[in-house]
């Protein structure tokens, strides 16, 4: 078959605009929905409502809602994994370390409902994600718990499990967004703000660091409460 080279009509540009905005609302809707329904609680219907078009859209878009959830799914997976490229043979640890909660806790704040989508995924047997939980994501685990060993290996932190220790990490950092109603209701706070949750990450940083005989980090400038 011969590919056709003829330039694009003037408003292809538009058209793919339209077309990415549509999905990105899609996404952002069905995120939503998965975290609070579930995959088998969820519908296309409740989906459309969300992101404010048409079911048709949905379809055209996706085919069906099991494609839908996939697609949240890789969304959220290429969100969860690239923070831990922070993670390298030649980096800091504490520097590394930082950047990777930091950023693993901001993902929480920001972006709770993603969280437990996967969290959700993960409780109901994981069959959409089996794959890349037995393949890619254990590949990963292996490479990065070899950078750790390293460090260790080079006395630039303390002898830890480097595969439970980034367990550790994964639980402690989702656990304020998986868990964030019982946060929420512990600390008596109707929700969480930017200045919660810099005040959380910092004393997350000190407990994980401190674990791995690495030093603190600075202090940094506290949100004030505008930027909630």
């Given at each position: ?183 929420r209701k512990v600390l008596g706070r ?39």
């Amino acid at each position: 078959m011969t590919l056709k080279t003829d330039p694009a009509p003037p408003d292809a540009a538009p058209q793919g605009r339209i077309r990415r905005e549509n999905v990105e609302r899609i996404l952002k809707a069905a995120e939503a929905v998965f975290a609070e329904a579930g995959c088998a609680g969820a519908t296309m219907a409740d989906i459309a409502d969300k992101a404010g078009l048409p079911k048709a859209n949905l379809h055209y878009y996706f085919g069906t809602k099991e494609d839908l959830y996939r697609a949240v799914l890789d969304n959220i997976l290429r969100l969860w994994l690239a923070p831990i490229d922070a993670l390298t043979p030649d980096a800091d640890p504490a520097a590394a370390l930082t950047a990777y909660i930091t950023t693993k806790m901001e993902a929480s704040r920001t972006r709770a409902q993603a969280s437990k989508v996967f969290a959700n995924e993960i409780l109901h047997g994981g069959a959409q994600i089996e794959r890349f939980l037995s393949d890619d994501l254990r590949r990963l685990v292996d490479a990065k718990a070899a950078v750790i060993d390293g460090w260790v290996a080079e006395g630039r932190m303390a002898p830890v499990d480097a595969r439970q220790f980034l367990f550790m990490i994964w639980a402690v950092t989702q656990h304020y967004a998986d868990f964030d109603v019982q946060v929420r209701k512990v600390l008596g706070r109707r929700t969480l703000t930017r200045q919660d949750f810099a005040q959380i990450t910092a004393e997350v940083l000190r407990m994980i660091l401190r674990a791995a005989g690495l030093p603190e980090p600075a202090p940094s400038p506290t949100p004030s409460p505008t930027n909630a």
